[in-house]
């Protein structure tokens, strides 16, 4: 039973991640086909998702759920979480989709563990490690050849992409920082629920959801839409917090690497984005950084 349940988790880590992956190709399919801006479709995601979530929460928690805007605290901290964590990396994120592709885009979100690693060395003042030194390496190493593709007289993706793709791992910095003691007083649910709505209602001020853009609403654009509402946000979110219940963060996070792979391929198979060997060479080196700072991890947890 226990080596069902583990397989389970396995497989629920590795399908949330591959779903968001694809998500993000779907994403820039929906740009470059039916010319949806990416701050209507990012609304519309967080709005979305979040009362669905909260449906879920409900269920659960109870009258809970509301009584929390009574606490000032839990004001400040949800105001800061959803409109500079939440709204923050699905915008910079779609951005970078938009200005660029879903496989470079995705890459440099990942870049985000190197933000993390310097955000601590500075903060706590502590002292590089070899290994931190290798993997701030690899990531710098890989980003080159992923925006080079081998020849330094050419960016591969526009320079819009690109600051808006490191901005992306920035804002996954602070979500990931910000979120840690969050999640120690809320459920995974309700923060993520509340996260969204609030992100969501921001960006309304912005860009309303309401004021739909002109475009072509084929039945192949409404299902892509659906398709990144429902499977590549809730489905994918439910299936890999689902999974933390089986196997350990630090396995969640490796298995996490599915993503990146996922929307390479998918950008490659489906869209015919161009990824030579020099490119692939540099996703190589960014994902194993994010495997070394997952092992790192686990040494510490192991140490604790």
């Not at 819009?160 to 990931?176: K, N, P």
């Not at 840690?180 to 509340?194: A, I, R, V």
């Not at 921001?202 to 299902?223: F, N, R, Y």
């Not at 993503?259 to 996703?283: C, D, H, K, R, T």
């Amino acid at each position: 039973m226990e080596l069902l349940l583990r397989t389970q988790g396995i497989i629920m880590a590795s399908g949330g991640a591959l779903l968001w992956g694809v998500s993000g190709t779907v994403a820039q399919h929906l740009f470059q086909q039916s010319m949806l801006p990416a701050a209507w479709l990012v609304t519309l995601r967080l709005l979305v998702s979040g009362v669905l979530f909260l449906m879920f929460t409900l269920r659960k928690e109870g009258s809970q759920v509301w009584k929390l805007w009574l606490d000032r605290r839990f004001v400040l901290q949800m105001l800061l979480f959803g409109l500079l964590g939440m709204l923050g990396v699905q915008y910079t994120y779609f951005a970078s989709i938009e200005s660029g592709n879903a496989a470079i885009a995705t890459l440099l979100q990942y870049l985000a563990p190197l933000f993390i690693l310097l955000y601590t060395v500075i903060w706590t003042r502590t002292k590089l490690a070899p290994l931190d030194i290798i993997g701030a390496l690899l990531a710098l190493g890989g980003t080159y050849l992923l925006l080079t593709g081998g020849d330094s007289s050419e960016l591969t993706v526009p320079l819009r992409g690109l600051i808006w793709g490191i901005l992306s791992a920035v804002s996954l910095t602070f979500y990931t920082l910000y979120s840690g003691p969050l999640l120690k007083l809320y459920s995974t649910s309700l923060l993520m629920g509340w996260g969204m709505i609030v992100g969501g209602a921001g960006m309304s001020l912005i860009h309303p959801v309401w004021s739909v853009p002109s475009a072509d609403w084929s039945l192949s654009i409404i299902l892509a839409i659906l398709f990144v509402i429902l499977l590549g946000t809730l489905a994918a979110f439910y299936l890999y917090i689902g999974s933390l219940r089986h196997i350990a963060p630090h396995e969640a996070s490796l298995l996490s690497c599915t993503e990146p792979v996922s929307a390479i391929v998918s950008s490659v198979i489906w869209l015919s984005v161009p990824f030579n060997l020099y490119q692939a060479l540099g996703a190589g080196m960014v994902v194993l950084m994010t495997v070394m700072v997952s092992l790192k991890s686990r040494t510490k947890e192991t140490a604790n």
